[in-house]
């Protein structure tokens, strides 16, 4: 079973630029959900698609986009990146939006 | 609105010793609860989950809603308990959305 791998590992961006982070999902797992970590935090749920379509939706601004293919991989977009948006961001993929959610390693994005 | 609130940033115990990590939440309506762990240079993976009633590494933990605490337990810590724990809930409205605390770095001294 191939568990969830997320690219890059590392980023660094300069304010006002956009960003695409790429999350593989679990083998068998059709629900994506993505989630950023400030430094101290606990994750908060920025999204979650479901069979291609959103599913849910934390308290983030709409400049947080994302997109989930057919094979269920899945895209985060953030534009016009401030410097409050560097954090790990982490992906995490489950069986038909239930229950236990497997998590990828994370992206660190560093906003300059 | 959903909330967790883990109130120790940092717990350290010895070997041996009972270690109790604490869990409280608010949420209004059936939550499900998850105890999820981080050891060093490792991903976040779950640990344990309320309606599974499971036994994982010797942790336990049980949902009391009158209290609405779901507090993490092991009998006799060790060392390779190290790790950073964070409490999570999920469910109704919300589903498949995880509302996470802000973890307790667990330490077992030898």
């Known amino acids: 079973e191939t568990g969830v791998t997320q690219s890059p590992t590392h980023l660094i961006k300069t304010r006002g630029q956009q960003v695409t982070l790429r999350c593989s999902s679990q083998s068998g797992h059709n629900t994506v959900s993505w989630y950023q970590q400030a430094l101290g935090q606990g994750p908060q749920f920025i999204f979650q698609?479901?069979?291609?379509?959103?599913?849910g939706r934390g308290n983030f601004p709409p400049r947080f986009s994302g997109l989930q293919f057919p094979n269920y991989s899945s895209e985060l977009n953030v534009n016009a990146l401030e410097l409050d948006d560097s954090a790990l961001y982490l992906c995490a993929s489950s069986r038909e939006g239930l229950g236990e959610q497997y998590f990828g390693p994370g992206t660190r994005l560093t906003v300059t | 609105a959903q909330r967790v609130t883990q109130p120790e940033k940092l717990l350290s115990v010895f070997k041996g010793a009972p270690v109790e990590l604490k869990c409280n939440y608010s949420?209004?309506?059936?939550?499900?609860l998850f105890w999820y762990v981080q050891y060093s240079r490792q991903r976040l993976q779950l640990l344990l989950r309320?309606?599974s009633r499971e036994s994982i590494k010797g942790f336990t933990a049980d949902l009391n809603k009158g209290e609405t605490s779901f507090h993490l337990k092991k009998p006799f810590a060790q060392e390779e308990d190290s790790a950073m724990y964070y409490c999570a809930v999920a469910g109704g409205t919300s589903y498949g959305k995880l509302t996470f605390g802000q973890g307790t770095i667990l330490t077992v001294h030898p």
């Open positions: 309320h309606i």
């Open positions: 698609y479901y069979r291609e379509e959103e599913n």
């Open positions: 949420y209004s309506g059936s939550p499900e």
